[in-house]
């Protein structure tokens, strides 16, 4: 959904957050209706050039805050801008974005590029040669006239982000991009992703179930959870460096590993795995290890630590 027109330059020094003032920068914000308070207290900032992630189980709040952020909902409670606008006014122009819905809708009986030249030429930011491009950006065929209906879930989503992306957006909302796709569709929306950010100076909100993902494309991730924004997690942080996962033998020995100076424990998947925060390398903390007496079964790097700081914040269901 476009609703104005902003050429954007290459700006990979964007990431750092002080080259310009935020695309998005809201705080204490709410949605109540009736007695239900669905948001409460969220804050968020994105920058030109930034990838930010929004996660949560369903029912978190996340469409709610999109639709806030997009000019569709007015909050109940707080203040802030996004592109300029007050998110609390209801004057002037929506705020141009660019947007990706999760079940995008198009006429059915048409072409996606005929699909992009009737939205592009509503407003007149682009044109036909215009559509040709972004199709191709996004891995379609830009001469392929087979109908919409026809297209699989994959082509869909590609067509989705065509739309959201081809004027050229400050900001662009993407709303479970990877659904639909193949191992290679997901791998090359990730690129492309990253690309909107480093080449093209976008601000990126990206809301995902798949966390791997998540923490692979995006410069923050804000972890919401009923209604409130309980986290924010940077990938590659000092928190999420040097953990472990260590599997012993039987619950006596979760004891004597916490007894061994070389590791710290930081938590537990269950009485056998615990997550451990390795002081020494990785032999020395072994030999500690086996000469307190514990029954080592395995021993190897933690993952992902966005998926430790989503159940840490969510909880196990």
């Not at 750092?16 to 007695?35: M, Q």
């Not at 308070?37 to 709610?64: F, Q, S, W, Y």
């Not at 009986?109 to 559509?131: K, V």
Request: with cysteine; aromatic share 2%; hydrophobic share 40%.
């Amino acid at each position: 959904m476009n609703t104005e027109h902003t050429h954007t330059a290459p700006l990979r020094g964007a990431r750092t957050g002080t080259d310009a003032r935020p695309l998005v920068e809201v705080r204490g914000v709410a949605k109540v209706y009736g007695s239900k308070t669905v948001l409460d207290d969220v804050a968020m900032t994105i920058r030109r050039g930034e990838v930010v992630g929004l996660v949560g189980p369903n029912g978190a709040g996340k469409t709610t805050l999109i639709r806030i952020l997009s000019g569709m909902s007015r909050p109940s409670r707080g203040e802030g801008t996004v592109l300029d606008r007050d998110i609390a006014s209801t004057a002037g122009r929506l705020p141009f974005l660019g947007l990706m819905v999760e079940r995008p809708m198009f006429i059915e009986t048409l072409s996606g590029r005929r699909n992009l030249e009737l939205l592009f030429g509503i407003r007149g930011a682009a044109d036909g040669s215009s559509a040709e491009s972004v199709l191709e950006r996004v891995g379609l065929d830009p001469s392929d006239r087979k109908p919409v209906r026809a297209y699989s879930l994959g082509m869909r989503q590609r067509l989705s982000l065509a739309q959201a992306i081809g004027e050229r957006p400050r900001l662009v909302v993407l709303d479970e991009p990877t659904n639909g796709l193949d191992p290679q569709g997901i791998i090359e929306m990730r690129s492309l992703v990253r690309e909107l950010a480093d080449r093209d100076g976008m601000g990126v909100l990206l809301t995902s179930h798949l966390l791997t993902e998540v923490e692979a494309v995006c410069d923050r991730v804000v972890l919401i959870h009923g209604g409130r924004a309980q986290r924010v997690y940077a990938p590659g942080d000092a928190e999420a460096r040097g953990a472990m996962l260590l599997e012993v033998a039987s619950p006596e020995d979760v004891g004597r590993v916490a007894s061994v100076g070389v590791v710290e424990v930081v938590g537990s998947g269950g009485p056998l795995l615990m997550r451990i925060r390795v002081r020494e390398a990785v032999p020395d903390v072994v030999r500690a290890l086996v000469g307190a007496g514990v029954r080592i079964e395995a021993i190897h790097r933690d993952g992902s630590g966005l998926e430790r700081a989503y159940m840490e914040t969510v909880g196990a269901r």
